[in-house]
Structures are given as C-alpha cells and as structure tokens.
C-alpha cells in the first residue's frame, strides 16, 4: 500500500468514527423524547428508547474506529506517540463495550467502561495538544488545544455537578466533550498522516532527537 493509499484510509477511519461518535445528533430525527439538556446519551440505546439499535451501532463503530487509529501510534519509536495510542484504544475498548453492554443491561458496567474510556480519552487529547505546542500559533496546534481545554473543562464541571448531587453525566457538557473528542480523533489521524510513512508503517529507528 502506497504512503498516500495508507494516509487516506487513516483519514477515513477518522472521520467514520467522529461522526458515529456524535450519533446523539440524530435525538431528535429518531423521536427520541429525552431532554439531552439534562439526560446522559447513554440513555439513548436504552432498551424501548425508539432507534436504541442504531445508537449502540454508532457507539461501536466509534469504538472500533478509535481502535484501529491506535494501531500506527502502538509501533511508533516515540514514547508519546505510544501514550497516545494506549489512550485511543482506552477510549476505543470502553466505547465499544458501552455500545455491547447497554446502560439497561448492565448500569454498573456500562458506566465504568465508559468512564474509563473518557477518561483515557482525556489523557489522548491532552498528550496531543502537548506533543503539538510547538507548532503554536499554527491553526492544527490551536485546534488541538481547543478540543484538550473543552474536554477537560467539561469532565471538571461533570465530576462538580455529580459530586453537588446532579446528574454528572448529563447535559450540555456531554455533549460538547463528545464533540471534542472527535475533532481529537480526527486531529489524531491528521497527525499520523502529516508524520509521514515511517509512522504509518511503524518505523522504529530513532533518530538523535524526535520530536513527539
């Protein structure tokens, strides 16, 4: 497979798993009668919910995606690039288990892996708009900053409204988090592809200074 060939199927995986990632836009064309602005997503697949089955659908196809975008990071011979891979397959793994267990089947362990995947989703978009900072004030650089600032921002006011007695889960705050995650994961993509082949195909030789 040619470097390009490589570099387009990287993009399209991305941009597959962003857009079933925000699947929560379709609420209001399936008939969904929750209020987004105060009920969690997950509430979406819920069993009875009208098109639970193609919310979980495009959870699991977030989740695969975000997998299989670990894959050229994992081979990476750069410590941070690594990082990040391990953080997309954390969001990856949780995302797709949360879309197999549903929150009716199993709250508890749908709610865990779910955390779990956010959080290392956390971890993903952080190392990102670090690893980027020195391609500052450039527009990828900012973008990356962006979707690390309203990520964290939003798991801080969740964490603050669960810990009040609110619905952490819920709201707004979602469902902006959900939105920067996936400009994350096509940040990411973009990021592999503008690395060049020796990222894509898992090229191990260390140079005298890589950058992350």
Known sequence: MTPRAAGAGILTVAVVAAVANVNFLLAGPLGS???????VISDL?????????????GDAVAGLGSAV????LL??????RRTRAAALLAFGVGTFVSAVVSVSASELLHDGVSVLGTAGALV????LAWCSRDRLPGPF???AAA????????????????????????????RVQVCA??????????????AGPRVQAGGRKRAAKTSP
Do not use: I, K
């Not at 975008?69 to 050229?72: D, I, T, V």
């Open 141 to 143: 650089a900012l973008l």
């Open 33 to 39: 009668p929750l209020d987004l602005s105060r009920e």
């Open 69 to 72: 975008l670990a894959l050229p």
């Open 75 to 80: 081979r990476s011979a750069v410590r941070a």
């Open 45 to 57: 697949s819920a069993a009875g919910q009208p098109g639970a089955g193609w919310f979980r659908l």
């Open 147 to 174: 979707a690390a600032a309203a990520t964290v921002a939003t798991g801080f006011w969740e964490v603050v409204t669960f810990a009040a007695g609110g619905n952490g889960g819920g709201g707004n705050a979602q």
């Open 181 to 194: 995650l996936s400009a994350w994961l096509v940040l990411e993509a973009v990021d592999v592809v503008r």
């Open 124 to 127: 993903g978009v952080v190392a």
